[in-house]
């Protein structure tokens, strides 16, 4: 799978949003409260998947894909990385992720 140059940094959480989310049983979204801006955002299901995965360690796009791998349909891989790097942008402007070319 091969991602354009514009994904070529590296995913990781925000410091301040480290504990910033609030979640509940049996729900399929959560809240992050960003107190670098004051707002509070609902995010899906991904969101809170990605702020796992990048607070256990900072991963590239590729593997971030490699890692959500088992609910990506065979075949669209393409259309998967597209929604994924959009997804990682709007966290991105929320507060809860932040890129970096390390």
Same mark, same amino acid.
């Given at each position: 799978?091969?991602?354009?140059?514009?994904?070529?940094?590296?995913?990781?959480?925000?410091?301040?949003?480290?504990?910033?989310?609030?979640?509940?049983?049996?729900?399929?979204?959560?809240?992050?409260?960003?107190?670098?801006?004051?707002?509070?955002?609902?995010?899906?299901?991904?969101?809170?998947?990605? +702020?796992?995965?990048?607070?256990?360690?900072?991963?590239?796009?590729?593997?971030?894909?490699?890692?959500?791998?088992?609910?990506?349909?065979?075949?669209?891989?393409?259309?998967?990385?597209?929604?994924?790097?959009? +997804?990682?942008?709007?966290?991105?402007?929320?507060?809860?992720?932040?890129?970096?070319?390390?």
């Amino acid at each position: 799978m091969v991602l354009d140059s514009a994904s070529a940094g590296i995913w990781r959480v925000c410091d301040e949003a480290r504990a910033g989310i609030r979640t509940w049983d049996g729900e399929n979204s959560a809240v992050f409260y960003s107190a670098h801006s004051g707002d509070t955002h609902l995010i899906d299901a991904l969101a809170v998947e990605l +702020h796992e995965l990048l607070s256990a360690r900072p991963m590239s796009e590729p593997q971030i894909l490699l890692a959500l791998a088992d609910v990506v349909e065979p075949g669209c891989e393409a259309e998967a990385a597209g929604e994924l790097h959009a +997804h990682l942008l709007r966290l991105k402007g929320f507060g809860l992720l932040r890129e970096s070319l390390d």
